[in-house]
C-alpha cells in the first residue's frame, strides 16, 4: 500500500457534536483560511446552494489569483464527511493530483467534541512526493492548525453565550 504525504491535526472543542458538526461543514472558507507563510489566502468560493451534501462542487478562489475545484464526497451527520480538492492552477498543479481531506468527530460527552481532521496529498511523482513532504507538508499543517483553532473559538463563543443566558 502506498502512502501519501499527509497531516492530521485533533483538536476538542467545547461544544456538543450536532453543534460542531453543523456550523464546520458550511462554513464560509474565507473566513477560516487565512494566508499562512506561503499560502494564500481564500477570497471566495462559487457554491450555489448551502454546502451540506454529498456531490456539490464548488471552485475556490485564492488571493493570488489561483482557484482549484473543491467536491463534497461524503456527510454522515454528526459523525464524518470528506471532500477532494483539485483541477489546481497554482504551482500545487505540478505537484498533486489531488487532495483529500476526512473530518471525523466524536462526542466526548459533556458537551465536548473532538475532531479529526486529515488532509492527504497525492503526489504526481515520486520526486513530487518529496518536494511536498520536505516544503509544503509544513505550512499546510499550520494553515490547517490555524483554521481549526479560528473554528474552536467561533463554536466555544456561541456556546458561551448560549450558557450565560
Do not use: C
Not at 513530487?128 to 483553532?149: D, E, H, Q, V, Y
Request: net charge positive; no cysteine.
Amino acid at each position: 500500500m502506498t502512502t501519501f504525504p499527509q497531516t492530521k491535526i485533533i483538536m476538542t472543542i467545547d461544544a456538543p457534536i450536532e453543534s460542531a458538526f453543523n456550523y464546520i461543514v458550511p462554513v464560509e472558507l474565507p473566513h477560516i483560511f487565512k494566508k499562512h507563510k506561503n499560502l494564500p489566502a481564500i477570497i471566495k468560493t462559487d457554491e450555489k446552494e448551502k454546502w451540506f451534501k454529498a456531490g456539490l462542487t464548488r471552485t475556490v478562489y485564492f488571493e493570488d489569483g489561483s482557484t482549484s475545484k473543491e467536491t463534497l464526497l461524503t456527510v454522515v451527520p454528526h459523525t464524518s464527511f470528506s471532500y477532494r480538492i483539485e483541477d489546481f492552477t497554482s504551482q500545487l498543479r505540478f505537484l498533486a493530483k489531488r487532495i483529500e481531506g476526512d473530518w471525523i468527530f466524536t462526542d466526548l460527552g459533556n458537551e465536548q467534541t473532538k475532531i479529526e481532521w486529515t488532509y492527504k496529498i497525492v503526489p504526481k511523482s515520486f520526486f513530487a512526493r518529496g518536494a511536498i513532504n520536505l516544503f509544503l507538508l509544513k505550512n499546510i499543517n499550520g494553515l490547517l492548525k490555524n483554521a481549526l483553532t479560528i473554528l474552536k473559538t467561533d463554536l466555544e463563543k456561541a456556546d458561551e453565550r448560549k450558557g450565560s443566558r
